[in-house]
């Protein structure tokens, strides 16, 4: 079904370009501005960028930005991430030799979903992983770590169970927010929504390394999108 968000006229691709552009470079003057004159913790500032640019790929959905745009940049934040991850090119975002490589798979997932959904003309499936892990993953972190007062271990990654409550919810919610304004208010709409906040959630569970910025949104993706074709 034809996305209800999209536009019927096509903006230019260069005012694309400039909009989403304009997106980025917003949250990184606001990264920049976070880190060096207030005294909000690092893992806040990261998780406003994480929340915040994970939202381009609903400007993408809605402008219709062709797929070869959002591959490409993918790709050259990907290389940014990994660069990143071993010099001090993203202070704000990545600490020099954090033992996490979430940044850099956090990109490479958004270039996958695009890359998949937008070849079969289904952005609302890379939307859905998007946001999820956007959402879902960011805001977990952030009430996990202020109100997580009862932990529990997966293998030797530590979570709270307020924070995997709290993703669960979120990533339902986005679900369902996204097949009720594209498959519309159906038993199977709320079904696959809980569905994919069972499978958001399990996977998010383990994040060694920052894998769940790969695994939550292909693994959300994939399981909506999977269960629409065989109920639809």
């Given at each position: 079904?034809?996305?209800?968000?999209?536009?019927?006229?096509?903006?230019?691709?260069?005012?694309?370009?400039?909009?989403?552009?304009?997106w980025i470079g917003l949250l990184g003057l606001l990264a920049e501005w976070l880190h060096r004159y207030t005294a909000v913790e690092p893992e806040v500032v990261r998780k406003v960028v994480h929340i915040g640019a994970g939202?381009?790929?609903?400007?993408?959905?809605?402008?219709?930005?062709?797929?070869?745009?959002?591959?490409?940049?993918?790709?050259?934040?990907?290389?940014?991430?990994?660069?990143?991850?071993r010099l001090p090119i993203l202070p704000s975002i990545n600490g020099v030799g954090r033992k996490s490589l979430g940044t850099f798979f956090y990109a490479v997932s958004i270039g996958v979903l695009v890359a998949w959904f937008?070849?079969?003309?289904?952005?609302?499936?890379?939307?859905?992983?998007?946001?999820?892990?956007?959402?879902?993953?960011?805001?977990?972190?952030?009430?996990?770590?202020?109100?997580?007062?009862?932990?529990?271990?997966?293998?030797?990654?530590?979570?709270?169970?307020?924070?995997?409550?709290?993703?669960?919810?979120?990533?339902?919610?986005?679900?369902?927010?996204?097949?009720?304004?594209?498959?519309?208010?159906?038993?199977?709409?709320?079904?696959?929504?809980?569905?994919?906040?069972?499978?958001?959630?399990?996977?998010?569970?383990?994040?060694?390394?920052?894998?769940?910025?790969?695994?939550?949104?292909?693994?959300?993706?994939?399981?909506?999108?999977?269960?629409?074709?065989?109920?639809?």
């Amino acid at each position: 079904m034809t996305a209800l968000l999209w536009f019927s006229t096509l903006p230019p691709l260069w005012l694309q370009i400039a909009i989403t552009g304009a997106w980025i470079g917003l949250l990184g003057l606001l990264a920049e501005w976070l880190h060096r004159y207030t005294a909000v913790e690092p893992e806040v500032v990261r998780k406003v960028v994480h929340i915040g640019a994970g939202n381009v790929i609903l400007l993408a959905w809605w402008l219709q930005v062709p797929a070869w745009l959002g591959i490409g940049a993918s790709i050259v934040f990907s290389a940014i991430a990994f660069l990143s991850y071993r010099l001090p090119i993203l202070p704000s975002i990545n600490g020099v030799g954090r033992k996490s490589l979430g940044t850099f798979f956090y990109a490479v997932s958004i270039g996958v979903l695009v890359a998949w959904f937008w070849s079969i003309q289904q952005p609302q499936y890379a939307a859905l992983g998007v946001l999820v892990m956007t959402w879902g993953d960011g805001l977990a972190a952030l009430i996990g770590q202020r109100f997580g007062n009862h932990p529990y271990k997966l293998w030797d990654v530590q979570k709270s169970w307020e924070g995997s409550l709290t993703m669960a919810i979120v990533s339902g919610l986005i679900s369902l927010l996204i097949l009720l304004a594209v498959e519309g208010n159906l038993w199977q709409t709320w079904v696959i929504s809980l569905v994919v906040a069972i499978v958001a959630t399990g996977l998010e569970a383990f994040s060694k390394f920052g894998i769940d910025n790969l695994t939550v949104p292909l693994g959300s993706a994939t399981v909506c999108f999977i269960l629409c074709q065989l109920w639809r």
